[in-house]
Structures are given as structure tokens and as C-alpha cells.
DNA sequence: GCAGAGTTGAGAACGATTATCAATACCTAT
DNA sequence: ATAGGTATTGATAATCGTTCTCAACTCTGC
């Protein structure tokens, strides 16, 4: 089971690094066919999911059900504000939100707490071009 | 466009009603053709995606991705800390973490700011009784 | 009761994701 | 460097949740 070093792993996470937002499987796919690169759409999902097992992606749900994925460069726990129209990507820290949420846990009878924090708004370009519509980057 | 009533939506509604937590779909529809109606599944979708637009249901993604509805007894705005075995659902006042979205997607220039912010975990009942579902970090 | 517009439901269509499996490419031991 | 076992790839089929289609149906107001 020892993992091995494909260029494709390699084009995928080379791609996913040049995203300032977040980016579906789908259109990360499109564009590395794009580029001339052969790559096959099940490896493109196959590289994404190692990664966000390895902690080396994170992960979520678009509010339209699809899975997006984005290389952080901040290394552990931290949440994202989100443009939900060109999907930049800010990394944000709150760790006044990590106590609120372990003590609304706890004090529920809760164990075992994680949470999904993540803010969607209009960033400074996109509320300036009075951007409407979603552009999938 | 006048609304009618009609049995369907208002088994759907009744339904929601009875559930504890976060509900699918799908097991929604299962449900109500076990009790002998005939209901159709795009009936249930439909009712739901009314629900959840008239703001009388909220709704939510599964981390696989799937729709879960539930009908709350908070009217407005709020959030929801829910157990990831049996999907109990408790609902959450949050000031504190409305005011911190609002401060960080301003301090970063967005506008238009919303948030998603769900608790999960393990409620008294699951935690005593040893339930180890998947794990979400 | 009647007409007509909103609703329904079975199934087709759809899009995202996952599974299949023969062909291929990577890695390690020679 | 080479060979060979094996993880990986990729075209395609399959799956799953959800939405669409459209003829049949049923509320509601008159």
C-alpha cells in the first residue's frame, strides 16, 4: 500500500496550489485538461480525496452541494470567509468561536464537538463590480 | 401563483413536525409511504424546497452531501448543534458569533456577509450508549 | 357545477461522485 | 540498468440524490 509519486498527483496538487479560492473537482479537472495533460477525471477525484485525508486540503460543501477544495496555507484547525461569487478565499482565525462552540457543547451534554464555521459574503472586488453571479475559477 | 392546500404538503409539514432532528429527503418520502400514503418523492422535494423558502423549515448539508430539513420551533435566525449519530437537533442562540462573522467579513472588505455555523457532536444519549459513527474533524 | 390554473406522481433526465477493470507506470530488489 | 510485482490510471458504467417533464388530477373562486 505504499503510495507512489505520479505526475498526475503531482499536477493536481501543483493546481490546486495556484487557486486563490476554492475549486470543485469538476472544474480543477477541466482545467488540467485544459493545460494538454490527459488526466482522467476519476484520478482528479482520487487525488483530491487524499489529499483532504492527509490534511494537506481542506473541504466543503458549495450551498449548492458540491464538494470544493482548497490547499491552506495556514497548517491546522481554522475556518474560511468565502467571496460566494468568485470564491477568493480569506483564512481566517476564531478562536473566540472554538471556546463559544465547545462550551455551547458541553453545556448541552454534548461530547466529541466539531463544527463547520465558515462565512459567505461579496469580497471588496466582486461588491465594487457589482458581480451577480458565481464564476467557478 | 395563489398557494392551494393540498394533503401532500401538509403530511410533509406534519412529518417534519414529529421528527426530533435533521431529516433527508429520502427518508422522509420512505417514511410517509410506509404509512400508507402515495405520495410522490418530487412532491416531497418540492414541499420541502417550499418549507425551506418560506423560511418554515431550515435546511442543511450532511458531510456526504446530502439535503437535511428540519422543521424549527425558533422563528429567525439561529443555529444548531447536532448529533452526528442520531442526528438529534438542538437549537442554539449565537449572538456572540453573529457579531464576530459580521466584525471579520467586514474587517477583510466583504459585504453581504452570511455564515454557516453548525455544532456536531455526541449527545448525552449516544455518548453513554457508545455509538461510534464516522468521525469528523 | 365549471373552468382553469396550480399540483401531483411516475419515470426520465441530470450532474456529481464512485466503482470497475484491463492497461500502464512506478518502485524495489536484483 | 532490468525485471517484475503492484499501486495507479483512465474510459466507461454504475450509483445516488435531486430536478425536470408532462399528462392526469384537484383545489379554488365564480
Known sequence: MAKRNTWQRDSVRDALDDSAGFVSAQSLHAR???DGTGIGL????RALADLAATGDADSLQSPEGESLYRACRTPGHHHHLI???CLLTVEIEA???EVWAQRTASSHG???AAHIVDVF???A?????GTAERVTP
Not at 42 to 45: E, F, I
Not at 125 to 129: L, Q, Y
Open 32 to 34: 488540467l485538461r485544459d
Open 121 to 123: 459574503g461579496l469580497c
Open 95 to 97: 478562536d473566540e468561536v
Open 125 to 129: 472586488a466582486c461588491t465594487a463590480a
Open 83 to 85: 467571496c460566494r461569487s
Open 110 to 112: 454534548f461530547t466529541e
Open 42 to 45: 476519476a484520478t482528479v477525484y
